[in-house]
């Protein structure tokens, strides 16, 4: 066959969000403690303003002034979240990189897309600033900016000019769908983690023995953990794993303690199923936590089915996925941050080179 395989287009592609019709129902999240207190009510204010019915987290409404201005804000209960998806068109979070994952886990499978501020103490995951709070929720509403979107034409006649509609950019998450394994074949309900499932050996005193599966064995080690493209920047390269860029398709293996130094941490393609399994004749058992929370205590012989989640997580970028990544790595990790390398002229009376500006002893 003649050829070969090519792309009209990168695989990944910039993804937007094009409201069909004006936003009228948000959710506000806000982590708790009294220094966000009135910068909450400034986004209920001005969200009221622009006529949006706001929903609150029962706590959150407990503390609204008893004052005439928030008609619109109404509160809801935590089992009720994972139905407000059809009603909810976005989710405003004033926090940090926590509150994100609060936010994944409150609505389960179906996520309206997040707009995050940073307002934590680090804030990989939230590429707004809190400065500007205000006018970024106005250009979301607005619908950010204008895209020229293809529109065909009549069947058989010729394609119609671009369509002039506004979008906003987004990042579509990857999440991972974990299910534990008792013993006896039971399974649990799975649980869908936005960083990491990490399976180790917690409060045990003796080191534990944990194997990886994909269809063969793969790894034996004191603990291992299976993360996402955004927890590749969290748990994951604390480890010694790689910063992976979130719209990557692929799942990351990075061990901890390996029984084996040739064993360093792999990415795989999104598509595989992975089994983490405490050894049947391990001398104690091991604990899985999901996003660090959730922690449960596995038996010699359970395990821990992973694989990629049908319900990815979208999140509104600033700019778009690639610039606000870079941004993110540079401002929280000082990725790449080091001094300009001098440059040297040539000295044509000393016949040799030296060091620029700095009155340095020519080189040989």
Same mark, same amino acid.
């Given at each position: 066959?003649?050829?070969?395989? =090519?792309?009209?287009?990168?695989?990944?592609?910039?993804?937007?969000?094009?409201?069909?019709?004006?936003?009228?129902?948000?959710?506000?999240?806000?982590?708790?403690?009294?220094?966000?207190?009135?910068?909450?009510?400034?986004?209920?204010?001005?969200?009221?303003?622009?006529? /949006?019915?706001?929903?609150?987290?029962?706590?959150?409404?407990?503390?609204?002034?008893?004052?005439?201005?928030?008609?619109?804000?109404?509160?809801?209960?935590?089992?009720?979240?994972?139905?407000?998806?059809?009603?909810?068109?976005?989710?405003?979070?004033?926090?940090?990189?926590?509150?994100? /994952?609060?936010?994944?886990?409150?609505?389960?499978?179906?996520?309206?897309?997040?707009?995050?501020?940073?307002?934590?103490?680090?804030?990989? /995951?939230?590429?707004?600033?809190?400065?500007?709070?205000? $006018?970024?929720?106005?250009?979301?509403?607005?619908?950010?900016?204008?895209?020229?979107?293809?529109? $065909?034409?009549?069947?058989?006649?010729?394609?119609?000019?671009?369509?002039?509609?506004?979008?906003?950019?987004?990042?579509?998450?990857?999440?991972?769908?974990?299910?534990?394994?008792?013993?006896?074949?039971?399974?649990?309900?799975?649980?869908?983690?936005?960083?990491?499932?990490?399976?180790?050996?917690?409060?045990?005193?003796?080191?534990? =023995?944990?194997?990886?599966?994909?269809?063969?064995?793969?790894?034996?080690?004191?603990?291992?953990?299976?993360?996402?493209?955004?927890?590749?920047?969290?748990?994951?390269?604390?480890?010694?794993?790689? /910063?992976?860029?979130?719209?990557?398709?692929?799942?990351?293996?990075?061990?901890?303690?390996?029984?084996?130094?040739?064993?360093?941490?792999?990415?795989?393609?999104?598509?595989?199923?992975?089994?983490?399994?405490?050894?049947?004749?391990?001398?104690?058992?091991?604990?899985?936590?999901?996003?660090?929370?959730?922690? $449960?205590?596995?038996?010699?012989?359970?395990?821990?089915?992973?694989?990629?989640?049908?319900?990815?997580?979208?999140?509104?970028?600033?700019?778009?996925?690639?610039?606000?990544?870079?941004?993110?790595?540079?401002?929280?990790?000082?990725?790449?941050?080091?001094?300009?390398?001098?440059?040297?002229?040539?000295?044509?009376?000393?016949?040799?080179?030296?060091?620029?500006?700095?009155?340095?002893?020519?080189?040989?």
């Amino acid at each position: 066959m003649g050829g070969g395989l =090519s792309f009209s287009r990168p695989y990944s592609q910039q993804h937007y969000l094009v409201w069909k019709e004006q936003p009228k129902c948000v959710v506000v999240l806000r982590k708790p403690g009294p220094e966000l207190h009135q910068r909450f009510l400034d986004v209920l204010t001005f969200l009221g303003r622009r006529g /949006l019915t706001v929903l609150v987290e029962r706590w959150n409404f407990g503390t609204l002034p008893a004052e005439p201005g928030y008609e619109h804000v109404f509160p809801f209960e935590p089992e009720v979240a994972p139905k407000l998806y059809g009603a909810v068109d976005f989710v405003i979070n004033l926090g940090g990189n926590g509150l994100i /994952l609060h936010a994944a886990a409150l609505f389960g499978a179906a996520i309206p897309p997040l707009i995050s501020f940073k307002l934590g103490s680090l804030g990989f /995951l939230t590429c707004h600033r809190h400065e500007r709070l205000l $006018e970024h929720l106005d250009e979301v509403l607005g619908g950010a900016r204008e895209l020229a979107v293809a529109r $065909e034409g009549a069947e058989g006649g010729p394609r119609a000019g671009p369509l002039a509609v506004r979008g906003v950019p987004i990042t579509l998450r990857m999440r991972l769908s974990c299910r534990v394994v008792r013993r006896d074949g039971r399974q649990e309900r799975p649980v869908e983690v936005l960083n990491e499932v990490v399976l180790s050996r917690g409060a045990h005193p003796y080191l534990c =023995s944990v194997e990886i599966f994909e269809r063969e064995n793969l790894v034996q080690a004191d603990g291992i953990m299976v993360a996402t493209p955004t927890g590749s920047t969290a748990y994951s390269v604390a480890a010694g794993g790689s /910063l992976v860029h979130p719209h990557c398709p692929a799942i990351l293996v990075t061990p901890i303690c390996p029984h084996s130094l040739s064993f360093r941490p792999v990415i795989l393609p999104d598509y595989v199923t992975l089994r983490l399994r405490v050894r049947p004749d391990a001398r104690n058992g091991a604990q899985v936590s999901f996003d660090g929370r959730g922690a $449960e205590e596995l038996a010699p012989g359970e395990s821990v089915v992973v694989r990629m989640s049908r319900h990815p997580v979208p999140t509104i970028n600033h700019t778009d996925q690639t610039a606000d990544w870079f941004a993110s790595i540079q401002r929280c990790f000082n990725w790449n941050d080091r001094t300009a390398q001098k440059r040297l002229d040539w000295d044509g009376d000393a016949a040799a080179w030296k060091f620029n500006g700095n009155g340095g002893e020519g080189a040989d």
